[in-house]
């Protein structure tokens, strides 16, 4: 099962109407197929698939339609299973089918060591002379400099750094900030440019993030101005997969993407980077890497592993705070 951001975002109850509790989490995961209602096709009891689930995926059996499940290739895992489809099918439709990313384009990543900004890196890299500038917490940088082409601190003043490589800015910004940085991610659009915003990671409140500054954040967003978009020739788009599954039926549309994405990975290029595994019990542990952004790649829960000791290679400072860092 995969964990996004969303799903720290429905335990902190920062969401839009979530379900009512009890709720299982969770909107992706892999698995053996058990049992097939009446009517479908093209499956079989015994299929290794993955899928996207309008939560409950977090679980031993789930249940859900057949427009949402795929076929896993041979040679990949069930934990890369897991960490493909959100991911890649985000990465996929804002690069390709918002912002049309055509050879010689630049694109600009926030969080470019989570899973998302990953799979943009990867899927950048399918394509001739685009250039990827990322931004990362420094700790990051040695494991995914190989990833991007230039690669910026998280805290640093991207926007100078940018321009100093880029006098005229970049094609394509993926902002998955939640609007703290719209303007900034605006003025470095190039004409014709597209600004895109997408997940949620700023609607996660840490000690450091209160409601306020996140309503803060919103406001910016809101001065957006449409006439200086139109005299400077830029584009801004919002993007929500789970919308686009669950509320607004484009399961076949995603097929189609997805049918693209395992022909990359089939050929070698592109591969889901997993993070860590971590079984049921330590959901809560596995949620406090998200929100520190401890994590490179996706983080997995196994129903089958069983809980590890607290040791993981960390100082016992580090272990005191893992188990005692409430939400």
Known sequence: NGLNFIDLMVRQGNIDNPPKTPLVPGFECSGIVEALG????????????????NYSA????????????????DDMSFSEAAAFPMNFVTAYMMLFEVANLREGMSVLVHSAGGGVGQAVAQLCSTIPNVTVFGTASSFKH????????HLFDRNA????????????????????????NTGKGLSLLKPLG??????????????????FSFAKSWWQVEKVNP????????????????????KQNRGGLIKGVMDKLLNL???????????????????????????DRGNIGKLILDVEKAPTPLVRNSS?????????NQY
């Open 157 to 180: 003043d991207y926007v100078q750094e940018v321009k100093r490589i880029s006098t005229d800015g970049v094609d394509i910004v993926l902002d998955c900030l939640c609007g703290e």
């Open 38 to 53: 009446d009517s479908v096709k093209g499956f079989e009891i015994g299929d290794r698939v993955m899928a996207f689930v």
């Open 316 to 324: 016992k400072e580090d272990n005191e705070k893992l188990t005692s």
């Open 58 to 73: 977090w679980a031993e059996v789930v249940c859900t339609p057949v427009e949402f499940v795929y076929k896993i290739p």
């Open 265 to 291: 990975y089939n050929n070698k290029k592109i591969k889901p980077v997993v993070d860590s595994l971590w079984a049921l019990e330590e959901v809560k542990e596995a949620m406090q890497r998200i929100h």
């Open 142 to 149: 040695e494991a995914i400099k190989d990833s991007v082409t």
């Open 227 to 246: 006439i200086k978009l139109y005299e400077e020739n830029k584009v801004i788009a919002g993007f929500s997969l789970l919308n686009l599954l669950f």
């Open 194 to 211: 597209t600004y895109i915003l997408y997940g949620s990671s700023n609607m996660v409140t840490g000690e450091t993030k209160s409601f």
